[in-house]
């Protein structure tokens, strides 16, 4: 018999994809340790609370945990899944505890051309890894221009998600100011990368419509505890 997750964290683990990729996540489960782990709280709850809206691909709703805890598969048991399996394992990797799989993660999604991968991108600009917020930036700037299809997808989930971008948006200002590990941090010219990722979504967004994408997040809303 094969290791899988318990119940309650596989639950919690294809509550994260949208429904047409589920087969597909029940099948990739099976790379991850099941002593692994998956957090109740979401992507867009902030402060111990639970946030007043959802998160949404094309209409599907995404319940994202705020962080999984599981090794990276070896490379081997990955190798054996199609490419949309590998890009659930590493969606759900970009959750991960550790910052560095965080970071592998969301490179590895950055060649993945299917939308319900956008907020698996866009999450981690809320956070506190600035390599991470460099990435997205140079992503969202240079290459997601050659795939049209992919652009889009990025534009309309901004567009559909204005509180969860107001959200992210917030989050990214406040660890502007907390972040000891950017060197920048005292440069009041210098753009912090998350921000600045999030800024070249805001403009793709506005690009594709006339709907402003964010926000300003309420007062209460805080950064939320890595």
Known sequence: MIAVPTPSVAGL???????????????????LAPWGAVSAQLVQDS???????????DGDP???????????????VLGRLSPRRRAVVAAWMSRSENAGH????VRELFGVPEAWVV?????????YVHEIGTDVDRFVRTELDRDPGLRDAYARFVRDNPRFFGITLHRAVTFRQLDHRWPHRDDPE???????????????????????PGYPAPPSVTAAPS
């Open 102 to 105: 965080r970071q592998r993660a």
């Open 47 to 57: 402060g111990g609370g639970v946030a007043d809206h959802d998160v949404h691909v």
């Open 62 to 76: 995404v319940h994202i945990p705020f962080r999984v805890s599981f090794p990276w598969p070896p490379a081997a």
């Open 13 to 31: 683990l294809l509550r994260a994809v949208p429904q047409p990729v589920r087969r597909d996540a029940h099948a990739a489960m099976h790379v």
């Open 190 to 212: 210098r753009s912090y990368p998350q921000l600045a990722a999030l800024d070249a979504l805001s403009a793709l967004a506005r690009r594709g419509g006339r709907d402003h």
């Open 119 to 127: 907020p698996f991108v866009v999450a981690p600009c809320g956070e």
